[in-house]
């Protein structure tokens, strides 16, 4: 495959967790990747080559949404798949929640949606051709007891109805929205957390791993009839408890 067939990747939060997994995979099946998080060009796990360009940057403003897809426009010349991973979970009761952790949590998890599906799509409607993937939760959709988990069911339960939105509005220019909604994942958020109890949340009874939601992702994306599509990688949370 010549350089310029190779596709061309966005994954936000590329630097640890789930995106780091995503952005691996995608550069081991021959995409050229542009990953972004706010240090990420100081990754130890990734480093900068012909097929990877890393842009540092807040995510939940425009102007790193802007200086992204300019960023591979430049580089590779088109955009394929934007994957939308950056989000924040910050567990607390309802009335602990702070303005500044309303900020925090809205423009990471919805801000950086917004910008970068705006600044993506016009790059994908010149192609006639594109896909957008939204990292959201499963507890978005089934809320958990006991969790703290409200802030994550107000910024991440957009996702999927704005996701089922724009799968009509841009059906026409063959531009595909999905998503991806998670249990809990065993990443580096929850290094310290009690895993044990954390398996216990899923019928499976165990947490996920990065692969599962990797799989997910490289799945919607090889299912060009799919859009507006939401999957639950979660170990059977959304089917209720066992």
């Known amino acids: 495959m010549s350089n310029t067939e190779k ?18 995979a995608l550069l081991d099946l021959g995409y050229r990747v542009v990953g972004t998080s706010r240090s990420i060009t100081k990754s130890k796990d990734l480093k900068s080559s012909s097929d990877l360009v890393l842009i540092d940057g807040d995510i939940s403003k425009k102007e790193t949404a802007v200086k992204v897809v300019e ?11 934007l994957v939308n991973n950056a989000g924040i979970f910050l567990p607390k009761a309802f ?10 949590v809205m423009g990471t998890n919805v801000a950086s949606f917004f910008y970068m599906t705006q600044q993506v799509i016009p790059q994908m409607v010149k192609q006639k051709d594109g896909h957008v993937v939204n990292i959201s939760a ?12 409200l802030m994550a069911v107000l910024s991440k339960s957009t996702m999927s109805a704005t996701s089922k939105a724009l799968a009509l509005e841009y059906a026409a220019d063959n531009i595909r929205f999905n998503v ?8 580096p958020m929850h290094a310290n957390d009690d895993h044990e109890a954390l398996a216990g949340v899923h019928p499976l009874a165990r947490m996920g791993e990065v692969s599962d939601v990797v799989n997910a992702v490289l799945y ?23």
């Open 95 to 104: 009335t602990d929640f702070t303005e500044d952790d309303y900020n925090l």
């Open 220 to 242: 919607l994306q090889g299912a060009k009839f799919v859009t507006g599509e939401n999957i639950r990688i979660d170990g059977g949370i959304h089917a209720g408890r066992s």
């Open 180 to 187: 991806v909604s998670p249990g809990v994942i065993d990443t």
């Open 71 to 81: 960023a591979a426009v430049k580089h590779f010349g088109r955009v394929d798949l």
């Open 138 to 149: 499963v507890v978005a959709d089934q809320p958990i007891r006991g969790t703290g988990a």
């Open 7 to 24: 596709p061309v990747a966005i994954v936000t939060g590329a630097s640890s967790g789930i995106g780091l997994g995503i952005t691996r």
